[in-house]
T-cell receptor, first 114, second 116 residues
Framework: AQSVTQLGSHVSVSEGALVLLRCNYSSSVPPYLFWYVQYPNQGLQLLLKYTSAATLVKGINDFEAEFKKSETSFHLTKPSAHMSDAAEYFCAVSPSGANSKLTFGKGITLSVRP | EPEVTQTPSHQVTQMGQEVILRCVPISNHLYFYWYRQILGQKVEFLVSFYNNEISEKSEIFDDQFSVERPDGSNFTLKIRSTKLEDSAMYFC??????????????FGPGTRLTVT
């Protein structure tokens, strides 16, 4: 079985500051890992994914995440926050294999202060 | 860019009524999913559908729920007799195998279902 833990429900950063959103996973098989973003009144948009290739994954809008098996983590970072990054971010895991169901974390709301 | 669409965006219904939530997946996708998110809770998997049959379902997806792909474009979720606890945002997603898009599920904007 797979599960995802996203600690905290809200992160606030200043514009231009580093963004760090934490995700830890539990999986009985090699996992695939994803970060999705949800802007207000919109669906879930894929930011990036880890599918057993490079452990440092780059996504859209300068986000990246690093898969650390020893720490069972897949934290999301962005060097410099922009006001438009304010949204809800979800980490998700699936068993390796195409098109398996996603198991989501509870999400983290990112606020960006001017 | 192709996208998953869902209708309606908001549905209000009375307890015990049947509702059908509609989704139009991306046209060349072969795998279809429904997820839901109760307010303040996690996004939860309901069901996946491939080759005109359910490939996996969660314990939430009981006999009150059914899915159908009635034609080549639509994918529907039916709730036969709605309960208050069915109030949630329902997301449809689709995906397809292939080197470029494998393992990605593309989500629609969701239908907010309110049961009164």
């Amino acid at each position: 079985a797979q599960s995802v833990t996203q600690l905290g429900s809200h992160v606030s950063v200043s514009e231009g500051a580093l963004v760090l959103l934490r995700c830890n996973y539990s999986s009985s098989v090699p996992p695939y890992l994803f970060w999705y973003v949800q802007y207000p009144n919109q669906g879930l948009q894929l930011l990036l994914k880890y599918t057993s290739a490079a452990t440092l994954v780059k996504g859209i809008n300068d986000f990246e995440a690093e898969f650390k098996k020893s720490e069972t983590s897949f934290h999301l970072t962005k060097p410099s926050a922009h006001m438009s990054d304010a949204a809800e971010y979800f980490c998700a895991v699936s068993p390796s294999g195409a098109n398996s169901k996603l198991t989501f974390g509870k999400g983290i709301t990112l606020s960006v202060r001017p | 860019e192709p996208e998953v669409t869902q209708t309606p965006s908001h549905q209000v219904t009375q307890m015990g009524q049947e509702v059908i939530l509609r989704c139009v997946p991306i046209s060349n996708h072969l795998y279809f999913y429904w997820y839901r998110q109760i307010l303040g809770q996690k996004v939860e998997f309901l069901v996946s559908f491939y080759n005109n049959e359910i490939s996996e379902k969660s314990e939430i997806f009981d006999d009150q729920f059914s899915v159908e792909r009635p034609d080549g474009s639509n994918f529907t979720l039916k709730i036969r007799s709605t309960k208050l606890e069915d109030s949630a945002m329902y997301f449809c997603a689709s995906g397809r195998p292939g080197a470029g898009a494998t393992y990605e599920q593309y989500f629609g904007p969701g239908t907010r279902l309110t049961v009164t």
